[in-house]
C-alpha cells in the first residue's frame, strides 16, 4: 500500500503519514460512508478494508477525539494491524497498543487508559468488558475486521452490544470480503453489530477493477490408485455396519457410507432423546455413532488427504485406545479385524499419493518454467501440512504455517513463530507456504503467483478468502486438486454453488442496500415492542411479566403473597410511604441508588454467558479471578460451585475432583457455600439410580452444611446470584472476599477435619473414627484391623490410612 512513487497522489490528512497511502478513490467513497454511519464494507480481499478503517479511525480521532479499538479473530492479525498502523499515523507508536492473552490483565488495564488505538483479539476485550477492567464510553470508533464471524456466541456480538451501550458517541465498522452467504446471513451480522449501512464494491466496479487482474479457477481430477480404494472401501464396509446397528435402532434411515453431514447430526439428536428417556438404546447407539464419526475421518484423510495423514491419524487412535478413560468407540475401533488390516495395509503403503506427485509438477511449472516466485498451498488438514511440507523440501524451499494450539504428535506455532513465516515469505526468503486456515483471514500474505488448494473448500466464506491471496497485482492462478469418486467432488461442487450464490448476493446487496438498511430498522425498532411504557419487561420465555416462579419475571408476582414479600426486591409502598412521597419525603430504599454489587466470577466460567449477562447491568460490578474454590464469590461468606445436571451426575461417578472434594474445599473457607445444579432431568442421566443421586444432595446438604439449590438453565442461574449478591451485600451489608469467612472451627470440628484429610477419607468417616477410637490419638496408633471396625472403613481405607500415618516423610520431589 506504501508508495514512493511522487506522480501517484496519495491521501493527505493531518494525522496520516505523508505521502503513505495511495489514492483510491474506492476506498476514499467507502470511508467516507463509513465515518457517518455504523457501516459494513464489503471489499475483495487485498483491496485494502483495512486501509477504509484507517481513514474512518484518523477522521474521528482528529474530529471527535477519544480512542480507536480494532478487533481482529487471530493474533498474527491483530499484531499486523498494528504494524500498519504505526506506519500509516502519526500517533507517538505507545499510543497504538496490542491487546491479546499475552498481555497480562493488569498491564491490559493500565495501557487501556494511556492508549489512543487498541488492537486486540475480541476475546481479551470480551474477558477485560465482563470483568470491569476497560470502559469503552471513551470509543469512538470501533472496527470489527472478519465481521462475518459475528454469528452465535462469538465475542464479537457481546462486544458489539456493550459498544452501543455504554460508549458516548459510539461508531461502528464491519468489515469482510465474504460476509455470509444469504441475505439473511448478512442481516444477522448486521444486527449483531448494530450496522445500519451497506456498502459494497466487487471487482466489477470501475473504481475497483483498475487495481485487480484475472484470476483463473482450473481444478485438477486426480484418480487413485487401487491399494488407496482398497483401504477406503474396508473401512467404509465398518462404517456400513455400524449404521446396520442404527438403523436397527430406528436412527439410520440408510446404511450407505456416505451419509451426509445433516443425516449424522439428525442421528445424534434422535440418539440424544433417547437418552434424555432415560432408554439404555440411547447410550449404546451413542456409542456407535462415536465410531462412526471416526471412521468417516479416517475414509476422508485416505480420499482425500493421503496415506501418510491416515497411519498419523490411526496412531492416534492407537494411543487413545490404550488410555485408562479410553472410549468403548475407540477400543471397538482399533480392535475390529477389518480396521487393523486397513492399519497394516496403510503401514505398508509406500508409493507417492498422487495429489504429492501433483503438488509437485505444479510448483515446479510456477517455480521452474514459469519464473515464478511464491505459491501457497493451503490443506485442511495439519497432518497433511507437516507431511506435505517435508515431502515438498526434497525439491523446493518450504515452510508450514498451522495454528497455535499442540496436538498430540504435532506442536502449534508461536505468535512469533507465526510472524517470524509471514515476514520471511513475504521478504523472499522461501518460496512455498503450506498452510492450514489460520492463514486464510485477512492476514497480509504477499501476493502469489498460485494458490493451490490440496482439496476443495466445502464453504464459501474460506473459498472467497483463499482464492483472495493472488491476482491482486497480477495475472492470478488458482488450481483445485480433487480426487476422483471421493467426497472431494461433493465439496467442489458445494462450494462452486455456495461462491456463486455469495457473488450475487454481494452484487444485489448494492441494489438493495435501502431495503436491507429498512429491515434493520424495523428489527431494531421491534425491539421496543418487548418494553411496556412502564419499563418492565417480558421474561425470556415469553410469558407474563407477573408470574409466578420464574426467576427472570422480577417481583411482580411476590406481591400479595404471604411471606414472599419480604424477599423481593423493592417493597411495594405502603398508604403512609405514598403519602411521604408525595411530600417530597425520601423514603429509605434497601437498594440504595448508586450502589454497586460486586461478584467475583471464576475465569473458566467465560465459557458460560452468566458473567457476561450480569456484566450488562448497571448495578453490578463483574470482578474475573483464577478461583481456588467456587465458580463465584457473592460475598466474605457465600461462594457458588455451579453444576450442570450432566456434570454433577459426571462429578459423582468420577473425574478428577468429585463434587465432594469441591463442596468441602468451599466449605473450609466460607461459611455459607452453595451448590447450584441447573438444567433438567437430574435423575435421567447416565446409569445413575435416582437414590443415589439423592443421596448425594443428602449428604452435601448434611455432612458439608451446603445449600443446594436448583435452576432450570443459564437465565435462571443469572437472576439467583444476583439475587444473592445483592441479598448479602446491600441487605446484609457484607464484602466480597476471594478468601473467604469461617467462624473459627470448634473443637470437635477441628478434630474432624485433620482426621478427614488423613488419605482424604472426608468428613463422614472422619466421625465415624472419632466415634469408634474417641480421640486423634488414638486413631493414629491404631491397626489396619483395628480400623475396620469404624462404620465406613474397609480394607481399602485402612491401608492408605496406614500407609499416609506410617511412611517416612521425604519431602518435596
Not at 670 to 681: A, D, I, L, N, T
Request: hydrophobic share 35%.
Amino acid at each position: 500500500m506504501a508508495t514512493t512513487d511522487e506522480e501517484v497522489p496519495s491521501i493527505e490528512h493531518p494525522l496520516l503519514e505523508p505521502n503513505f497511502l495511495q489514492r483510491r478513490l474506492y476506498q476514499l467513497k467507502l470511508a467516507g460512508t463509513a465515518a457517518n454511519d455504523h457501516t459494513l464494507v464489503c471489499l475483495p480481499t487485498g483491496l485494502g478494508k483495512t486501509t477504509v478503517s484507517l481513514l474512518v479511525t484518523a477522521r474521528r480521532l482528529e474530529e471527535v477525539g477519544g480512542k480507536s479499538l480494532m478487533l481482529a479473530p487471530t493474533k498474527p492479525l491483530v499484531s499486523q494491524h498494528a504494524d500498519f498502523y504505526r506506519e500509516a499515523l502519526e500517533i507517538p507508536e505507545d499510543e497504538i497498543v496490542v491487546f491479546t492473552g499475552d498481555v497480562s490483565p493488569d498491564d491490559r488495564a493500565t495501557l487501556w487508559k494511556e492508549a489512543t488505538v487498541v488492537m486486540a483479539t475480541p476475546q481479551v476485550i470480551e474477558n477485560d468488558l465482563v470483568g470491569s477492567r476497560i470502559s469503552l464510553a471513551g470509543v469512538t470508533h470501533c472496527t470489527f475486521d472478519e465481521c462475518h464471524r459475528a454469528t452465535g456466541e462469538y465475542a464479537y456480538n457481546y462486544i458489539a452490544e456493550r459498544y452501543h451501550a455504554d460508549a458516548n458517541d459510539p461508531l461502528v465498522t464491519g468489515m469482510s470480503a465474504s460476509p455470509g452467504g444469504d441475505e439473511a446471513a448478512i442481516l444477522e451480522v448486521c444486527e449483531n453489530l448494530g450496522l445500519q449501512e451497506v456498502e459494497v464494491m466487487t471487482e466489477d466496479d470501475a473504481d475497483v477493477a483498475e487495481f485487480t487482474h484475472e484470476t483463473d479457477v482450473e481444478w485438477e481430477r486426480i484418480d487413485l490408485p487401487e491399494e488407496v480404494i482398497e483401504i477406503r472401501d474396508m473401512l467404509n464396509e465398518v462404517i456400513t455396519d455400524r449404521l446396520e446397528t442404527l438403523k436397527e435402532l430406528g436412527v439410520a434411515k440408510s446404511t450407505q457410507p456416505d451419509q451426509s453431514q445433516k443425516d449424522l447430526n439428525r442421528m445424534r439428536a434422535e440418539l440424544q432423546q433417547l437418552i434424555n428417556n432415560d432408554q439404555s438404546e440411547g447410550f449404546k447407539g451413542m456409542s456407535v455413532h462415536a465410531e462412526v464419526m471416526k471412521l468417516r475421518q479416517a475414509v476422508t484423510l485416505v480420499e482425500t488427504q493421503s496415506v501418510e495423514a491416515l497411519r498419523r491419524y490411526f496412531e492416534r487412535q492407537r494411543n487413545q485406545a490404550r488410555t485408562s478413560g479410553a472410549s468403548k468407540a475407540s477400543q471397538r475401533l482399533v480392535s475390529d479385524a477389518r480396521v487393523r488390516e486397513a492399519m497394516r495395509r496403510a503401514e505398508n503403503f509406500d508409493e507417492l499419493h498422487p495429489k504429492y506427485r501433483k503438488t509437485r509438477m505444479l510448483l515446479a511449472e510456477t517455480l521452474g518454467l514459469e519464473g515464478g516466485e511464491r505459491v501457497i498451498v493451503f490443506t485442511e488438514s495439519r497432518d497433511t501440512a507437516e507431511a506435505l511440507t517435508d515431502f515438498l523440501n526434497d525439491s523446493f524451499d518450504a515452510k508450514r504455517f498451522v495454528g497455535q494450539g499442540d496436538r498430540e504428535g504435532s506442536d502449534g506455532m508461536t505468535q512469533t513463530q507465526q510472524q517470524e513465516v509471514l515476514d520471511d515469505f513475504r521478504a523472499g526468503k522461501f518460496e512455498v507456504l503450506v498452510s492450514t486456515s489460520v492463514a486464510e483471514e485477512g492476514l497480509d500474505v504477499p501476493e502469489v503467483d498460485l494458490v493451490l488448494f490440496y482439496e476443495p473448500v466445502p464453504t464459501a466464506i474460506r473459498s472467497i478468502q483463499r482464492k483472495g491471496r493472488t491476482g491482486r497485482q497480477s495475472k492470478g492462478r488458482v488450481v483445485v486438486l480433487m480426487a476422483d469418486d471421493t467426497r472431494d467432488e461433493a465439496y467442489f461442487w458445494i462450494s462452486r454453488r455456495r461462491e456463486n450464490e455469495m457473488e450475487s448476493e454481494l452484487r444485489e446487496l448494492k441494489g438493495i442496500a435501502a431495503d436491507l438498511e429498512a429491515e434493520l430498522d424495523d428489527s431494531q425498532r421491534a425491539l421496543s415492542e418487548f418494553d411496556d411504557e412502564s419499563g418492565a419487561k417480558v421474561n425470556a420465555e415469553g410469558g407474563d411479566p407477573d408470574a409466578v416462579g420464574d426467576s427472570s419475571s422480577g417481583n411482580g408476582g411476590v406481591a400479595g403473597q404471604p411471606g414472599l414479600q419480604e424477599f423481593a426486591d423493592e417493597k411495594e409502598p405502603t398508604p403512609e410511604e405514598d403519602s411521604l412521597a408525595e411530600d417530597d419525603t425520601t423514603v429509605e430504599n434497601p437498594h440504595a441508588e448508586g450502589d454497586t454489587i460486586e461478584i467475583v466470577a471464576d475465569q473458566r466460567e467465560m465459557d458460560a454467558n452468566i458473567a457476561r449477562e450480569l456484566s450488562k447491568r448497571e448495578e453490578i460490578e463483574i470482578r474475573l479471578e483464577t478461583l481456588s474454590v467456587g465458580d463465584y464469590v457473592l460475598s466474605d461468606r457465600v461462594v457458588v460451585e455451579r453444576k450442570s445436571v450432566a456434570d454433577f451426575v459426571d462429578s459423582l461417578v468420577g473425574g478428577d475432583r468429585s463434587v465432594f472434594e469441591q463442596v468441602g474445599a468451599m466449605a473450609r473457607h466460607y461459611s455459607r457455600p452453595v451448590v447450584v445444579v441447573e438444567g433438567e432431568g437430574l435423575y435421567e442421566q447416565r446409569d445413575v439410580h435416582p437414590n443415589a443421586i439423592r443421596g448425594a444432595l443428602s449428604s452435601l446438604a448434611v455432612d458439608f452444611g451446603a445449600s443446594v439449590l436448583r435452576t432450570e438453565h443459564e437465565a435462571d442461574t443469572t437472576e439467583l446470584l444476583a439475587v444473592i449478591a445483592g441479598r448479602e451485600q446491600t441487605l446484609s451489608s457484607r464484602e466480597v472476599s476471594v478468601h473467604g469467612e469461617k467462624a473459627a472451627k470448634t473443637l470437635s470440628e477441628q478434630q474432624e477435619y485433620v482426621v478427614s484429610s488423613i488419605a482424604e477419607i472426608g468428613p463422614v468417616t472422619a466421625r465415624s473414627l472419632l466415634s469408634e477410637f474417641g480421640t486423634i490419638e488414638a486413631i493414629m496408633i491404631a491397626s489396619e484391623d483395628e480400623l475396620q471396625n469404624a462404620d465406613g472403613v474397609g480394607q481399602v481405607t485402612a491401608e492408605r490410612m496406614r500407609e499416609v500415618i506410617g511412611s517416612e516423610y521425604t519431602g518435596p520431589t
